[in-house]
Each structure stands twice: as C-alpha cells, then as structure tokens.
C-alpha cells in the first residue's frame, strides 16, 4: 500500500501513537458496549411478547423525526482546517462525489446508530439551541444473505465532503443539519445506503449510571485528576456525573482514546446489566427511550423488534473504518484523519457484501424502503 501522503504529525509521538494493547482494548470495548444495546432490544422483546398497549406506551416515549435544535451560525470557522497537501486530500473528495452512485441490497439493512452530546459545553452555552457534533456513529449493517450483523464505528474525525459546506471532519455533519446531513454525508463519501438513524443523547448517561447505582472504571492518573482531583491512578466507582465527565475528556490526549473511553463506561454499565433483574432493565427503559430520536415509525420499529429471535441467531461481527489507523493532521489544532478512501471502498465491500454483486443506486438522503 503507498504511504499515507496526508501524515504531518510526529508518529513517534506517543500521545498519538497506538499500540497492540490499545487496539486489543478496543475490540473488547467494542463487544461489550454491543451487549448494552442488545440487552435493551431483548427487553424490549419481552414487552412485544406482552400486552400491545404496554409495547405501544414505551415506543411513545421515544422521539420521532429529526434532530433538534439549528447549526451555528459560526460553525464554518470553528471547523475551518489547514493542514499539508490539503489541496490533494479535497481533490480525493471532489472526485468521489463527482461517483454520484453507491452500493445497497435490498436484502442489506443499514441502520445509523448515532451518539450526540446536548449536554455538551458548547450545546449548553446556547441553552440546547444549537445542533451539537455527533460523538459516535456505528452502522449496523443486517445481512440476511449471510446471517450476520457487521457493526462498524465510523471514525468522527474522518476527514469527508458535507454536501453544501465543504469539506470537514465528519462529526461535524450532524452540526449543520442534524441526523439527516449526517446520513446524506456518509451516504455520499462512503457509498452505502442507510436505510435508518436512531440517535442517543449522551448527556442523559448521568440518569442511566445512577439507576443502575454506578459503574466501576479503571482510570490513569491524568484521567483521575481531571475527573475526581486525585493524581492516583486505580480503580474507581463513578456516579452519573463523574461517568459522563470521563467520558467527555477531551483534552489530555486523543480522539481516539476519548472514544475509548466512552467505551469503557458502555463495558461498565454492561457489567452492572449482566446483574440486573428485568425489573431493573424495565425501569432503564424509562431512562433510555426519552433521550432517543429516530426515523423508524412506530410500525416499523414494532416489526424489526418482531425479528428479534431472527437477529439473536446471527453471527455479530465488529469493525472500525478506518480499519488501519492513519495518523492524525493537527496542524491547526484540530484532529484530521484522512482516508486512503480506495482502500477502505474495498474494505466496505468485501464486510458489508462479501459474495454479492451490490446494485447500484443515485445517493441520496435517508431511503424510506421498508423492510
């Protein structure tokens, strides 16, 4: 594979660096958040097998549409960015949303899972009126070709094309236009059609940690200083407040390991899950449904749940793109990385399509096909 072109940073430095652990902890952070979800769905499928108006009370909780709140008027120069052979890098984008076509099977669902923070500093400045950036997006890609889940987190510093604003990180997408400009700016530099979006609003993790009675997270002495003022590093419980401030730790090291992090507090609460009563999941829901937002109608949320049994019997694989990680561009301050996108179209392919010819369709924002 040729070098990466875009690299500007020092890779010696080890506060960029990642190693084998650090990957190791990933993948295992990775399975263990996938429980949280997948204990919440089996819930949810013990209500669907119970009386209909209890199934239908719990889905009017949940938030139905798109994001909340507008763009920032001064977002274009937060996110203005500048680094080495940029120019390179925007002729890259430029001629892949010239390829106005993407890869979908009908027999492929893709679902846009999205993690967004109104609880954030900026979110909480302007009193929640502004559209924060997405945190975490994990596609759900359902093949009932091969019976299997791939479930790929999209790196949010990805450097990509925001159809009418540029060219910038790819968590800004949900900023200018909520969970529907993100949809339309991975459709548009990733080529795969996403049938649906859920998102999650982060913030409300304070209420979710304290109505499980806490977590348990290990902590290195920089990350114990800034969360509870100690300099010791070990093991610590956490209420709701000091979970959401670890997780949101963003300026001791890396994105990368911010997301980790996250992770970490998922890893807890699946801990604490694996313990709970279904009472106790029950009374999670009343936490969790009100902080969700989705495009899903209730019919059709009520027939993915109805294929519960069906997914539980497929095979769950996990990923990342970028699947290598490539060297953050921080020249300006701002953490960049840029795709060899050629590399990674093959990779998409061959996880979410292996064996299959896809069809090809015009890009477009949010597919409302029903499955």
């Known amino acids: 594979m040729e070098e990466n072109r875009y690299q500007v940073i020092d890779p010696d430095n080890d506060k960029y660096r990642l190693t084998a652990e650090d990957l190791k902890k990933e993948k295992k952070g990775r399975k263990k958040g996938l429980k949280v979800l997948i204990a919440i769905i089996l819930v949810f499928a013990i209500l669907v097998g119970g009386a209909g108006i209890f199934i239908n009370s719990y889905l009017s909780k949940l938030n139905y549409g798109d994001s909340k709140g507008t763009a920032n008027p001064d977002l274009d120069n937060q996110e203005s960015l500048s680094f080495d052979n940029q120019s390179d890098a925007d002729a890259d984008l430029r001629s892949r949303l010239a390829n106005n076509v993407m890869w979908y099977d009908d027999r492929i669902y893709n679902i846009l899972l999205v993690g967004v923070d109104y609880g954030d500093e900026e979110a909480v400045m302007f009193k929640g009126a502004y559209l924060p950036r997405s945190d975490s997006m994990i596609l759900i890609s359902i093949n009932s070709v091969n019976n299997v889940i791939n479930m790929v987190s999209l790196s949010r510093a990805a450097y990509v094309a925001i159809p009418g604003h540029g060219n910038k990180r790819l968590n800004t997408a949900h900023a200018y236009g909520g969970a529907t400009m993100l949809v339309d700016t991975v459709e548009s530099n990733y080529k795969i059609r996403i049938d649906k979006y859920i998102t999650v609003d982060i913030s409300g993790f304070e209420q979710i ?11 290195t002495a920089e990350e114990a200083s800034a969360v509870l003022g100690t300099k010791s590093a070990g093991t610590y419980d956490l209420n709701g407040a000091q979970a959401v401030a670890y997780s949101r730790l963003r300026s001791i090291d890396t994105d990368r390991k911010r997301t980790g992090r996250q992770r970490a507090v998922l ?8 313990r709970s009563s279904v009472s106790t999941m029950i009374g999670l829901l009343d936490e969790v ?28 694989n996990e990923d990342i793109i970028p699947h290598v990680p490539h060297p953050l561009s921080t020249r300006d301050g701002k953490e960049v990385l840029i795709l060899d996108w050629d590399e990674e179209d093959k990779y998409i392919h061959d996880l979410l399509y292996p064996g299959i010819v896809p069809q090809s369709a015009k890009t477009s924002v949010v597919q409302s096909t029903e499955k």
Do not use: C, H, R
């Open 209 to 219: 940690v304290n109505a499980i009675g806490g977590v348990t997270v290990e902590l």
């Open 289 to 316: 449904l009100p902080l969700v937002t989705t495009n899903f109608s209730k019919a059709e949320l009520l027939a993915q749940v109805a294929k519960t049994t069906k997914y539980f019997s497929m095979s769950i």
């Open 267 to 274: 890893n807890a609460i699946a801990n604490k899950l694996k």
